[in-house]
């Protein structure tokens, strides 16, 4: 049978950095693999943050988001059953940053695919410097997300302090005894430099399976998340990143979460991923002249009025 693992993890949390590192850990080892992105938006970003890795070894699938939840799940499954026909070793998903980690375990015992894959590791990714205030809904999204994690791994942690790292670990096993969840985070958290990993580091991972845990399932389609497209964006990096701070530190824009996407300036690409407490951009082989802003309740007309003025 096919493993297959799923990483998780709120939105901007690393997730696709993480799946690079982790699949070319795989790859190197003579695994074949395929990668199934699950975004969000209708338009998949982090499928082209992932290209570097396609080759003979390894495929990249993507299920568009953009549906609505039984759509989705159908998607969901054909690609999947359509993937287990490919005699992979193991296949990696990641799903959006607001995906009900149930349709993962249903869709694996429904026929074919309980015949055809197994589940292999389900590794949880959050920032270790999260924000404290979180809407009730994304309280869910990170209590359900880390509650059968196998591991649970902090990413940007050369980033953050000692107190920080301790915050963040009190606020997931708050989160979780909110949702009526008895498990409990301590000895089970990666809390290491990713640059830093080891063979043993990922021969853990490899091994950490997933758990099964019981929560008060909350979760609903009308919880207010959307995202906005900015196309053919005629923008500098560095004016960029002052619009996605503009965004994300004014209410009046919404709640947003994450800002992501390609620019082109003077003939070179350049990527750009920004959260609450960072903004990284940096050149790129390739990319696609659109800016994503992901949040609650989006303000489009003020959204669209920042970068209507760059």
């Not at 997931?172 to 909110?178: A, F, K, P, Y």
Request: charged share 30%; with cysteine.
């Amino acid at each position: 049978m096919i493993k297959i693992d799923l990483i998780t993890g709120f939105l901007g949390s690393g997730k696709t950095t993480f799946i690079k590192k982790y699949a070319k850990y795989l790859l190197d080892k003579g695994n074949r693999i395929g990668i199934l992105e699950n975004d969000f938006g209708a338009v998949n970003i982090d499928r082209m943050l992932l290209q570097e890795l396609q080759s003979e070894q390894c495929d990249i699938e993507t299920v568009a988001g953009a549906c609505d939840r039984d759509c989705h799940k159908r998607r969901f499954k054909t690609k999947l059953i359509a993937m287990g026909m490919l005699g992979y070793d193991r296949v990696i998903i990641e799903p959006s940053g607001i995906f009900d980690i149930d349709e993962f375990f249903d869709s694996l015992h429904e026929e074919p695919l309980d015949r055809w894959y197994e589940t292999g590791n389900v590794i949880a990714i959050v920032d270790a410097q999260l924000d404290e205030h979180l809407s009730d809904s994304s309280e869910y999204l990170l209590a359900s997300q880390t509650a059968n994690a196998g591991a649970v791994v902090l990413s940007r942690v050369q980033y953050a302090s000692d107190e920080e790292r301790s915050a963040v670990i009190a606020h997931l096993n708050r989160s979780l005894q909110t949702f009526g969840c008895q498990r409990i985070i301590d000895s089970d958290i990666v809390s290491k430099n990713w640059e830093n990993f080891d063979e043993s580091d990922y021969e853990k991972l490899l091994s950490c399976g997933c758990r099964k845990e019981s929560f008060v399932k909350r979760f609903s389609d009308d919880n207010g998340y959307q995202s906005l497209y900015v196309m053919h964006c005629q923008i500098t990096p560095d004016r960029l990143c002052e619009k996605a701070k503009q965004l994300l530190d004014s209410k009046e824009h919404g709640n947003i979460f994450r800002v992501k996407g390609f620019v082109l300036d003077g003939g070179k690409w350049f990527e750009i991923n920004a959260a609450h407490k960072s903004i990284d951009i940096h050149p790129i082989p390739n990319g696609q002249e659109i800016i994503i802003v992901i949040g609650e309740h989006l303000n489009q007309e003020k959204i669209s009025a920042v970068f209507e003025k760059s």
